[in-house]
């Protein structure tokens, strides 16, 4: 579902950057998506971390079809071998499983996130076994569709500011940080449109 502050933010970013404008006008039929399930947020988003997004959904698609349904109460009662059989590495499955068992006995209360500010979040998810600060931020991005995060760590992202704004040569995290800031408070949807430029199907975990 397209963010209520998605036509307001284009707006903004094509009136401030002309690289940008290209892109939203090139990608105008798509727009960030979430499914709105904290549980498979979070754990879509440990699979995808360090490999690229076709082979993420190839291990998810794997992953789903190996259980009845993707919930914290089944995913926890998965045996290590059954994911791995899936494409997880071992670490991963320990994430997953500890992610789910989490959930699954309380220990993770989606309901009261949406009041953290977005560096509190950070600190409260990063908590959690597997979760780093770009898990966390795609956690704030497709599923809370929080309007300004920008992860810098990213691998996709980086090369979208490279090969966009500096010919391709290496950008300093400063100097992306300083590209980011003209996008603020907007930088989600920047992101999102850099993304894009390098793979137009629409990630959504």
Not at 25 to 32: G, N, P, S, V
Not at 173 to 186: D, F, N, S
Request: aromatic residues 10%; contains cysteine; positive net charge.
């Amino acid at each position: 579902m397209r963010p209520k502050y998605w036509k307001q933010a284009t707006a903004e970013l094509a009136a401030r950057d002309p690289v940008m404008q290209g892109m939203i006008a090139q990608y105008r039929e798509f727009a960030l998506g979430s499914r709105g399930d904290a549980f498979q947020t979070l754990a879509r988003a440990i699979v995808g971390q360090q490999i690229s997004v076709k082979a993420a959904q190839s291990v998810w698609d794997r992953f789903a079809a190996a259980h009845s349904a993707v919930t914290p109460a089944v995913v926890a009662k998965s045996k290590t071998e059954t994911l791995r059989a899936c494409g997880l590495s071992g670490q991963k499955s320990s994430y997953i499983l500890d992610l789910a068992t989490r959930f699954d006995q309380g220990q993770l209360d989606p309901t009261r996130w949406k009041r953290l500010q977005d560096e509190a979040l950070i600190e409260e998810l990063t908590q959690v076994k597997g979760i780093g600060r770009w898990t966390a931020q795609m956690f704030m991005i497709f599923n809370l569709a929080r309007p300004d995060v920008f992860p810098l760590a990213d691998l996709g992202l980086q090369k979208a500011l490279q090969l966009h704004y500096n010919r391709g040569r290496t950008l300093t995290p400063a100097r992306m940080q300083r590209l980011g800031e003209k996008w603020a408070p907007w930088r989600s949807v920047a992101t999102w449109y850099l993304w894009r430029s390098l793979d137009p199907i629409p990630v959504e975990y």
